[in-house]
């Protein structure tokens, strides 16, 4: 006769509980919205660490409205970029 192999031992599984403990969320900072009624470019999207506020033209200077215009005419630049894009993409 074959040896037969002897089964290892099945391990029980742990009982569900019910009810799951409460998840622990981390602390999040929040910043407290300061409204100095000026103009503080500082706050825009995409002034991050290390650079912070990144203008090497000096463009703030001219002041908010020119500031504000660069920015809707880079939009507007990049807009026509990505139109240009797939235009170049489905003609090929």
Known sequence: KAPVAKKAPVAKK???AKKAA???RAPVAKKA?????????ETDIGVTPPLGL?????LLSRGPEAYRRYQE????HGR???AATLSVITTE
């Open 14 to 16: 742990a009982p569900v």
């Open 22 to 24: 409460p998840v622990k």
């Open 33 to 41: 919205a300061v409204s100095t009624g000026g103009f503080s470019p």
């Open 54 to 58: 990144f203008d090497p033209l000096n």
């Open 73 to 76: 005419i880079e939009i507007k």
């Open 80 to 82: 026509l970029a990505m």
